[in-house]
T-cell receptor, first 115, second 109 residues
Framework: NAGVTQTPKFQVLKTGQSMTLQCAQDMNHEYMSWYRQDPGMGLRLIHYSVGAGITDQGEVPNGYNVSRSTTEDFPLRLLSAAPSQTSVYFC??????????????FGSGTRLTVV | KQEVTQIPAALSVPEGENLVLNCSFTDSAIYNLQWFRQDPGKGLTSLLLIQSSQREQTSGRLNASLDKSSGRSTLYIAASQPGDSATYLCAVRRSKLTFGKGITLSVRP
């Protein structure tokens, strides 16, 4: 199994450009989420999805869009990149069984620089 | 709002020491707690997952405990090695996963 795959690994954008960060998982996990990691701030939740067609906002959603048309894919769109969006972005997935939720699996990250 | 605290932010120990890394959280209504390891410039690797009904989990030299009522978890690392040097993050889950800021561990040869 590939687990959670993120592309690209590195990206440099100019202010105002848009782009999509890709995330795909092959574990049939219903729960997927996007985090950003910044020095001194830790990991913060951007958006999450509990299944295909269902998304919701996390702690820092402004400037980002998501959609979940399939169980496997959960792309993150930057609408108009700003220097404040320079960060490392992680995608993660998880699943539930009965009454319990199981652990998260993380992708290897996308390092984004906005100049 | 759930808050997760890990203190100290950094720790340096000589090789061979037994370590305890602490994690505290403010809301005990959690589904589970997960410990991760992150190497510099890399993603997060799951180490141990403790469901809310469990008290501890073990994997090799690692042992994690959970005390929900007091809002605390510890990660015990036995006989530390230089290869254990990394940042260790704990995260608690209710509807969402909330992370601490991590403890950066350096194990000196």
């Amino acid at each position: 199994n590939a687990g959670v795959t993120q592309t690209p690994k590195f990206q440099v954008l100019k202010t105002g450009q848009s782009m999509t960060l890709q995330c795909a998982q092959d574990m049939n996990h219903e729960y997927m989420s996007w985090y950003r990691q910044d020095p001194g701030m830790g990991l913060r939740l951007i958006h999450y999805s509990v299944g295909a067609g269902i998304t919701d906002q996390g702690e820092v959603p402004n400037g980002y869009n998501v959609s979940r048309s399939t169980t496997e894919d959960f792309p993150l769109r930057l609408l108009s990149a700003a220097p404040s969006q320079t960060s490392v972005y992680f995608c993660a997935s998880s699943y539930s069984m009965g009454q319990g939720w199981y652990g998260y699996t993380f992708g290897s990250g996308t390092r984004l620089t906005v100049v | 709002k759930q808050e997760v605290t890990q203190i100290p932010a950094a720790l340096s120990v000589p090789e061979g020491e037994n370590l305890v890394l602490n994690c505290s959280f403010t809301d005990s209504a959690i589904y589970n707690l997960q410990w991760f390891r992150q190497d510099p410039g890399k993603g997060l690797t799951s180490l141990l997952l403790i469901q809310s009904s469990q008290r501890e989990q073990t994997s090799g030299r690692l042992n994690a405990s959970l005390d929900k009522s007091s809002g605390r978890s510890t990660l015990y690392i036995a006989a530390s090695q230089p290869g254990d040097s990394a940042t260790y993050l704990c995260a608690v889950r209710r509807s969402k996963l909330t992370f601490g800021k991590g403890i950066t561990l350096s194990v000196r040869p």
